[in-house]
DNA sequence: TGGCAATGTGTATGCGGTTCCACATTTATA
DNA sequence: TATAAATGTGGAACCGCATACACATTGCCA
């Protein structure tokens, strides 16, 4: 039903307007098969005449595409995803996507009911940062010929990826402590029910062996990649009876929050014990001592995610993509040389 | 035309398999009119077998809603947004609404593309966190019957807005610096063409005034809300013959920035100068000294407005909406009782 | 000059729903 | 028991657009 308080013109009165018909005035409009000069310059005068905006809704009825793609993330407010959701918007909206923003809390609840929101919206893709497992919610997509790709966390072999290389980065960070001198290098993980976390794990762990240095079981505690958690294991690696010169958080807002508890604790970053970062959010650049981490290329992802998920909607029928991006070591204040002993 | 390769089932074919005419499955569906107990039941079950799904935009076409709303903001990295952004999704998918996210850079000729695009796509409403002078926009906007509130950024009083009070923000920053024994104290501005920053000003030059502290034009320089500008904004300020022992920056950003430059120019913060920020976004707790700010309850505003603008639309011919929120005084480390001679 | 391809245009149909209305049944009321 | 009201149901129109198809008209070539 037309709001009838306002006058939102249609095609049908563009093409009276103009004196043909509509399939004419849509052809015009869409610049598709025959139409002569004559009638597409009275057909585009008359729509700039009525102010003429198409409704896409109608045309996706026929059409079957909405151009729309679904970007689902645990939460915007996480300092490593607007980067990504900027890098998703640029590259969809220069292709004449829209993009719609759903915050999931890592909640599965939530993700159901995106879900269920995004199949009866039609969307045409999704590009989905999942938190808990969660295949058959993509497959319930699939099923549907929406096009999936997930973002940096990884769920088997089920659809497109786009993720960095996290055992890379883990490798990158460790190894750049372990030639600082490092032998006693402590890690606080991400959940280790995300894959993400146990790669960054297999990181740090294959860095050590591989660098003679050995892998102390002790020295390892579980976060949840939130600053208080990052703060809290630390304080619980204080507490224990065995020693370390550096620490690599699985990510910078576990490291920060690190940081904190050990100053509280009166040790000095770096001198005393060296702390890594990983993601390289913001945050990352204005710590005292600025905090050394691995960046991820987070904007690129993004792009990149929505490049993915574009194509594969052309091409439902390719074989699956993954692109494998690759970090980058950024050294700042919070890792020096090992010199002091033990904490 | 139906993707041919996948099968997503129609209201005609739940009708079909329940026994009953789409007529009455329609209403089984939406638990409207008239229907019996039995043929409900009957739907229900042939939708749940078919795994069916409503087809939104189908039924956009006939109600004349999209259960859509945009958020329309310069851009999603700048932290100030985010949480925002969490704000009116969490008020609109509560409510049935989705959002859709456009990052404009403040750049007037993408917001006129996005303005045109939400036009074609129908959406009930916007919510508009514009950075240009553009009434225009807006009224092409509401004389579609969209709905729209702008956030944070006012624009005369043409259309509901929800904000908090920059006066009494920078009121708020100012008087505590005064308190704090400062009587030089310096301003980092905004844009001088937001009405934002035009407020913040006023707010920092009233406290001024009325606390029987003199107003030096040359001690405020203008920036751009960025933290490079406020940086640079610092470094003017140092180069000047004038002095000054705390600084009010009228966003963190340009604050963190302005630290920056004060340490990297020997000066020591918050003894030689204190600094003042606006915001309190996520960075102004981990700098060292941690920043002293004045927050503005960000996720808030996002969900007023999602609940203003979702309101407005029920209620086309409302008088205008004004929200007004209160930003709040968060002294931490980085402003102190004046000691030292001005810098 | 005939015939065929290339152009241009309009009618009618369908996309997937909702809803008005006409038509049955029941049920309640006088 | 006659009648009115409440309850169920389906046919068909319509939302705004795209497009298949039929039907002109024109241009070109043999």
Known sequence: MRKWWVAISTIYEVAQKAGVSVATASRALNDSGYVSRESRDRVLAAAK??????????????????????????????????????????????????????????????????????????????????????????????????????????????CDIVKTDNIAGALLATNHLIGLGHTSIA?????????????????????????????????????????????????????KPCQFTAVFAANDLMAVGAMTALEESGFHVPTDVAVMGYDDIDIASVTRPRLSTVAQPKYEMGWIAAETVIRRMCNPKASRMEELLQPMLVVRDSTVERRGASV
């Open 49 to 158: 005449a009525l102010d003429y905006h198409i409704n896409v809704n109608a045309r996706s009825l026929t059409s079957g595409k909405t151009y729309t793609i679904a970007l689902v993330l645990p939460d915007v407010t996480n300092p490593f995803f607007p980067a990504v959701a900027r890098g998703v918007e640029d590259y969809a909206s220069d292709n004449g996507y829209c993009v719609i923003l759903c915050n999931t809390d890592g909640n599965a609840r939530k993700e159901s009911d995106y879900v269920r929101m995004l199949r009866s919206r039609k969307v045409d893709g999704v590009i989905f940062a999942v938190s808990v497992a969660s295949k058959s919610r993509v497959s319930a997509l699939t099923d549907d010929g929406i096009a999936v790709v997930l973002v940096d966390r990884d769920l088997g072999d089920s």
């Open 187 to 239: 890690f606080i993980s991400g959940p280790m029910s995300l894959a993400t976390s146990q790669e960054r794990f297999r990181g740090y762990h294959d860095a050590l062996v591989s660098g003679g240095v050995s892998f102390d079981e002790r020295l390892v505690v579980e976060g949840d990649f939130r600053m208080k958690s990052g703060y809290e294991a630390m304080r619980d690696l204080l507490r």
